[in-house]
């Protein structure tokens, strides 16, 4: 199987050292040359590409935006397999199909990273264990999507989820940019100041992504605005919910912190319409 | 030095293993016998205490109401250290200056934890190079803060902070209170139902300790409700200015962002009026 990552940051550079750990040699593209080189030097990628249509699998690591650009820009092999890595797959999915072409397009988002980015920091680890969300529609092939499924598995994700690409866009408002909203909000106040000496394991939690360099996010969050405002609408309504009680009384603050502890330990686990499924790995390759 | 420690809870019995570590034999009380048994037979106390005139220093390590109340209940020896380890300290200084009292008076607060609680969960390296947090006032004894802050060493406490009550009860509303209402906010979301498939560790982090038992919490911030129900305040406006951003423009939202996380990375160092004195220790004992 002849793959190539387009696009070599922290997630394409992590993707080609998993995938060359489970016995593929892909090649690589990068839009500036220094990490194709670096990635050429430490045997991350077998070559650097220049054309596409040689390859039965793409994976395009790039962001949004330029994901698009990229697939409108190059040419695929017939039927090849093309998955971008985007964090959010809405307006990914609605690009691509807006436009004739020869090749199947499959979702992906995996579940991991670093506070640091760049292929300098890629390793062939990063996704062991971890949640890969493959997204699809009606016109994805089911072919294509059990390909992917197989490298994910091979790459050392312990999970595989699937869903439609406008379930993903609201869970993953909810289980990954809030938090970074929440953390970026947090450090706001003027406590912040000086407050160092004060600061346990539970501030570092919420704390732990504020410094995230804010570029790409910026223009995930942009595409998924809607998801998100309401996410962020729906935590303040909360956090109002527990001031009022706190300024009601102790029991009536007990109540709702109650409520909110039981939600917590015990989630519905409802999957109205069947939406997600779930495959679950037992180790590496298995 | 004799050492009773009052209440035979996580912190309490942790206080007396660190101690017993350190060299020194503390006795031990508790509101119900069942610690008191299990601490005796695993060497975490000396003795069982019923009486509290003969001790040099008395940690009082119940919740804050019950902590005035053995104060008020109890004799201790002229010129005894009474020192109590609660979240909130304004409150208990109040109370103990609000009658006339024989022994000598000093807030601490361990910053140090665990998500589960009780003397079964104690253990001698909880404060290992943890935060404690020492009030004081005018009406404070110079010489008893001292002992606390050589015992703190020798606890293995990595830094003593200094400061008031007032200092303590803001900062801590922020790096602490508010982090609990944030996670317990957080999980109240719709979509938290089956989201397990899209966590990464964002997620874990925001969310850890929505869990926890919220009684005693629930009596400490209702006791710093004017600090906390600010720091809500404040975390909800600043929540909403993301939100304006994002739904104002990425440029938008990416000025907003990077506004966050300068915050975070290079936070305002100033001291006010010295209002806060830190003291680091290298290592134990040192």
Same mark, same amino acid.
């Given at each position: ?41 430490? $045997?991350?990628?077998? &070559? ?5 249509? =040689? #390859?039965?699998?793409?994976? +395009?690591?790039?962001? %949004? !935006? ?12 017939? $039927?090849?397999?093309? &998955? ?5 797959? =809405? #307006?990914?999915?609605?690009? +691509?199909?807006?436009? %004739? !072409? ?185």
């Amino acid at each position: 199987m002849k793959i190539c990552v387009a696009g070599l940051g922290l997630i394409g550079g992590s993707l080609c050292m998993a995938l060359r750990r489970a016995g593929y040699s892909p090649d690589g593209w990068n839009r500036s040359p220094a990490p194709v080189e670096y990635a050429l030097k430490n $045997g991350i990628i077998a &070559a650097a590409a220049a054309r596409f249509e =040689g #390859y039965d699998v793409v994976f +395009v690591a790039l962001p %949004p !935006r330029a994901t698009v650009d990229f697939i409108n820009a190059h040419s695929f092999g017939d $039927g090849a397999v093309v &998955a971008d890595i985007c964090g959010v797959k =809405g #307006y990914i999915e609605r690009e +691509v199909y807006s436009r %004739p !072409r020869n090749f199947r397009y499959v979702g992906t988002h995996p579940m991991a990273g670093k506070e640091v980015s760049s292929v300098y920091n890629a390793c062939a680890e990063l996704f062991d264990g971890a949640n890969m969300v493959i997204t699809s529609c009606k016109g994805t092939d089911p072919a294509a999507k059990d390909m992917l499924v197989g490298l994910a598995r091979q790459m050392g994700f312990g999970r595989v989820v699937e869903c439609s690409a406008e379930v993903h866009d609201k869970k993953i408002s909810y289980t990954s940019q809030l938090a970074h909203i929440v953390s970026n909000a947090y450090v706001r106040d003027d406590e912040m100041d000086c407050c160092s000496g004060f600061t346990g394991g539970s501030f570092q939690d919420m704390t732990r992504i504020a410094g995230v360099e804010e570029g790409v996010w910026a223009e995930l969050y942009t595409l998924n605005r809607e998801n998100l405002s309401e996410r962020i609408t729906n935590l303040c309504a909360n956090l109002e919910k527990i001031k009022r009680a706190l300024l009601s009384g102790e029991d009536e603050l007990r109540a709702v912190l109650k409520e909110g502890r039981e939600r917590f330990t015990a989630p519905a686990e409802g999957n109205p319409g069947g939406r997600i499924e779930i495959t679950e790995f037992n180790g590496r390759g298995s």
